[in-house]
Each structure stands twice: as structure tokens, then as C-alpha cells.
């Protein structure tokens, strides 16, 4: 297996350089990095989580510093370090059962046993998974006077217990290494499935003859509208082209290719044609955790468009794309400026652009995403199904901890 080092370093330099498209790629590499990193970190005899949270962050943060725009890359570091907490969790309430189940087992006959009510270890979990920040019950475990609690019958005897629980330590590290990498795993499979899961809700949506509308070009949105056009569906969509990079007309493209009635219109006609539509149905880059969407330059005015025809507006995302941070956040990028060679020719305006000439100068902003504020959203549709915008953030709650919403390593502090 090549050094965790090296995959990092190759990882991070494909970040900046901009070489892997869409948050659905860069989620899923992401997660198979962090997997990588786990695999190979060494875990002490105690502290095992801190060590493997540790070690996420570090990664973490140099991935989030390749290419702050990309979200996604922060989503999945805060998910896997949701779930070493979790794991950890349950591997420390179960732990606590067998300690209660032991301390009965010394006071009571087999018989009695069955009728004493020990502490459910699930339900302490779902107790403590109701709540963003769970409680760090691993250092309880390990300060806690197991001696006290489990009698010693004789000195050789406490010297074998002695034993059995660096044992216990260590293979509780082991298993929550595993626990935490098939977790991972599941959450990688849910990355590659995302589009698959999204399209089977197309049905519920889109109805006969409805006419759709569409900007640029997403392959959550080809997925859903094909899932929905081989459910015998018939619909018209209508495709605005998004400029600069005309990215509608690849989708347009797609969708005329698999039989869909598809119109390609100007960014400036949506206004015009917006009151012959049923439905808006969008893709996002993220969705942020007040409900807003940064999406594609141009969607704001979509979704006005929608709003003033009281025409509903479905963004389509993934759970990858839940971002647990809001927009006013200092570690929110929300933007960044492409290439004013998408918007003007430099042969043409290079006399206009040049400043020195004594002349008026001419300047050339192209952003890339829109901000989309929740109020201008009627239904998020993601893999887990369809939800309104007040509803994201207990959504977001259930993938994330509070501890984890800044990904950076801490301080250590000398015990």
C-alpha cells in the first residue's frame, strides 16, 4: 500500500490545480483518502479515538486549504470524524454495559441475573446521539476504578485482570478502527449511489405533461429527469444555457439524446418563459446549513424568477453537499472569479484593458456560483428524501458535531 503521505500530497496538488470535477468525485475521493489514513494510523493503548481524530484533521486541513470553494472536501472530513465519535461512542456504552453486567453477575445468582436491568448500551447511544455534541465517555472508561468495582478474590488473580484489560484496550482499538473504516465504507457507497437514490424519487415529482425548467448542466438533474422519463412520463424541459460556459447545452444535449422533448433558451429569457413552467429543478454545489444554496452564477435569478410566478423551485443534492457551516462563516468561500477569457476575447479589448494607455479601463468579473437564500427554495430533494428548508439543519445535525465544524488540529496540552 503506497504511503499515506504521498496519496495526501498527490490528493492536495489535484485540489489546486482544479483536476477533479464535481463535489460527487470529489467527495468520494476524499473519503477513500481519509479511509487510507485511518488504515494506517497507529492507535495507542489508550486515547485510540483522539489519535484517529487527530490524524483526520491534520489531513483534513490541508485538503480544505487546496481548494477552499470545494465543500465537499470539508463535508467529508467533518462525516469521518462524525463517525470515529460515534463509533467510539458505542464501543464506550457498551463497555460500560459489560462493567454493570459484571458488577451484577458478583452479586446475584445466574438465576437472578436474567430479571436485573441492566443499561441498555443502544439506548445510552441514542440518548447521546440526540444531542449535536455527544460526551466523551471514552475518558471515563479509561479513569474509572475498575478495581473498585469488580472485587479481587486473591493477588494473582488481580495480576490476570490486570492482563486481560491492556488486552481488552488493545483489541478495543482494533475494532473501533474497524468499526470506523466499514462506516467509512458505507459512506463511500452512499457517495457513488447518490444519483441513483435521488433519480427513484423522480416519479413522486414530475407528472404528465409538466413542463420543467432547468440551467446549466448537472448529472443529479439528467439522472432525475431520464428516471422519470422511463417511468413512461411525458414532459417538456426547458434548458437555459448558462452562460459563459454554456454548460446547458451539454445537458441539452443528453437529455435530446435519451428522448426528452428539451428547448434550449437564453439566460436573459427565463423571465419570459417562466410562466409557461411547472417546476424549476436545479442542481446545487452545496447547501449550507441555514438552507441556502451555492449554485451555479444565474440560479438567484431563476429562483426570483420562480418566486414571482409562484412557481415551485427543487434544488437537487446529494448528503455529500450538506455543509454544517453558514454563509457568513469566516471558512466559507463562497465564491471564486474564472477567467475573463470565457467573457471577452483579449485580442479584441486588450487596448481597453490596458490601464497604463492613459484611458478609461476596462475590467472583467465572472464568478462562479450564485447565492441562493432558503427562501427562495420550496424542496430539497436528497438521497435520504425530500425536505423543506427549515429542516436542513436538523438534517445536517444528525451527519456532523459541533467539535468537528472547524476542521483544524488543536494545541496539544501537556497532562
Known sequence: ????????????NQLKKRKIEGSQATAKQTAELLRSVISQQRVPQTNQATALINAVRAVGEKLIAANPVELAVGNIARRVLHIIREEDLSLATAAIADLELSAVSDDEDDVERDDYPVLSAAAVAAAARSTLRPPSLQTLLEDAPISAAIPHTSSSGGDSEGKSR??????????????????????????????????????????QNEVILTLGSSKTVLEFLCAAKEKKRSFKVFVAEGAPRYQGH??????????????????????????????????????????GVIAPVGLNMVALAAQRHAVPFVVLAGSHKLCPLYPHNPEVLLNELRSPSELLDFGEFSDCMDSASGGGSLHVVNPTFDYVPPKLVSLFITDTGGHNPSYMYRLIADYYSADDLVVKRRPVTGS
Open 1 to 12: 500500500m503506497p504511503d499515506v503521505h504521498i496519496l495526501v500530497n498527490e490528493f492536495v
Open 166 to 207: 491492556s488486552v481488552d484496550k488493545g483489541s478495543r482499538g482494533r475494532k473501533l478502527k474497524h468499526d470506523v473504516i466499514e462506516a467509512v465504507n458505507e459512506l463511500i457507497q452512499d457517495i457513488s449511489t447518490c444519483y441513483e437514490q435521488i433519480a427513484e424519487q423522480a416519479v413522486e415529482h414530475i407528472h
Open 250 to 291: 451539454l445537458l441539452a444535449k443528453e437529455l435530446a439524446a435519451r428522448g426528452l422533448q428539451t428547448t434550449v433558451i437564453t439566460d436573459s429569457a427565463v423571465f419570459a418563459m417562466i410562466s409557461r413552467v411547472n417546476m424549476v429543478i436545479v442542481g446545487a454545489h452545496a447547501v449550507m446549513a441555514n438552507g
